[in-house]
């Protein structure tokens, strides 16, 4: 039986998705053998990548002018590969501070370079965005790096900033590209490990104008040099072949969300906006449940909560568990509960978990 797992990540994946890769498992379009066992170098996959960036591009609106690559290593290598690439000879990189993701981008970036924290909500316990007219920015910034959602304190940016002097904003996006449309063209940058809303682990989405690329550093390991990787078309080296194949097949299915008059990504919004205004909504009218993000910054993704008494977290969890509601469980920094609402979390299970709030704070609040 499927449950409806809340997890951070990685999180679930549309069931049509799954139920099609487990069709194609022994024999993909003819080919006598899985994606699997493709060489990475033959027609058959080299369509796959084609599609799976096609379709990318088709979703976001990607711009011509900038390239989409495959990568490896998660988000957390991308903090190391964004400085090797785009500090260009500068010694200065510019961060907002909004949680435990961007301090994870700040403390590798201090290894390469002299990475500022230019805002931070660290004194209010990270509850809110630091506005741009608090931001202190850097004359010679070679970027300017922001975690669009931050996953464990469940922040996300409803606004971006107006950056002068034509410093590259570049985005950590892993957990919520695809669930929203985004102007591609307001950045410089923009990466995202795979496993929260878009596909399998294993995979690393990067999305790079084009003249950011040809800058690495000598040292910059040569499968992590984006001018290396566009040039091979993603195919410098073995790609995660499956990971892509499963996320080009959650690209086609984004497509078929669309309702009329309405792009994909317009579609996909209004119900992230509908699921997570059910699910804040609930919490709000309690008076027991406790959020802690301002309301303006709240992630549409990711919903931290605390119980009326944290004495009830086990009770709470395993009573979740037995009516299939798994992984509620908040991140071990902030406690409480967190439920993760991406693009494939129905709208049932969102209505599952709130008529069990509202039963557990009737039988325990
Ligand atoms: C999950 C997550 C990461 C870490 O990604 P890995 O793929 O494990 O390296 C980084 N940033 C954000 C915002 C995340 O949600």
């Known amino acids: 039986m499927r449950v409806f797992n809340f997890s951070a990540g990685p999180a679930v994946l549309p069931e049509e998705v799954l139920t099609q890769a487990q069709d194609e498992m022994l024999d993909w379009h003819g080919s006598g053998m899985s994606v699997m066992e ?5 027609p058959q996959f080299a369509n796959i990548v084609a599609r799976a960036e096609a379709d990318l591009r088709e979703l976001l609106a990607i711009p011509q002018s900038y390239r989409v690559l495959f990568m490896q290593g998660g ?3 991308e903090n190391a590969i964004v400085p090797l690439n785009l500090l260009r000879g500068r010694t200065v990189a510019d961060y907002v501070d909004t949680g435990s993701w961007s301090q ?3 403390r590798e970036a201090q290894r390469y370079c002299e990475a500022r924290v230019i805002a931070s909500s660290a004194a209010s316990g990270y509850t809110h965005i630091p506005p741009q007219d608090e931001w202190q ?7 300017l790096h922001l975690c669009t959602n931050e996953t464990i304190g469940g922040l996300e940016y409803h606004w971006l900033p107006e950056l002068e002097g034509g410093v590259p904003l570049v985005a950590d996006m892993s957990s919520h590209l695809l669930s929203r449309p985004v102007p591609i063209e307001r950045f410089g940058l923009i990466y995202a490990g795979a496993q929260k809303n878009i596909g399998p682990s294993g995979l690393t989405l990067v999305i790079v104008r084009e003249d950011l690329l040809g800058g690495a550093h000598p040292l910059c390991p040569s499968a992590f040099d984006y001018q290396v990787v566009a040039d091979h078309g993603s195919l410098f080296n073995t790609p995660p072949t499956y990971a892509i194949y499963i996320a080009g097949l959650v ?5 078929r969300q669309a309702l009329p008059g309405r792009t994909p990504l317009q579609t996909m919004e209004a119900r992230n906006i509908e699921k997570s205004e059910l699910l804040y909504g609930t919490l709000d009218a309690s008076g027991w449940y406790r959020t802690v993000v301002e309301k303006a910054d709240r992630s549409r993704m990711n919903v931290p909560f605390f119980l009326g008494d944290d004495a009830l977290d086990g009770v709470f969890l395993k009573g979740a568990e037995e009516r299939g509601l798994v992984q509620l469980r908040g991140h071990k920094s902030v406690g409480g509960m967190r439920a993760s609402i991406y693009n494939a979390m129905p709208r049932a299970g969102v209505v599952a978990l709130v008529d069990y709030l509202t039963e ?3 039988q325990y609040g």
């Open 360 to 362: 557990f704070e009737r």
């Open 75 to 77: 988000a957390l290598a």
């Open 251 to 255: 690209f086609e299915w984004l497509k």
């Open 137 to 143: 920015m850097s004359a010679a910034a070679a970027y």
């Open 38 to 42: 493709l060489s990475h170098r033959g």
């Open 104 to 106: 994870k981008s700040i």
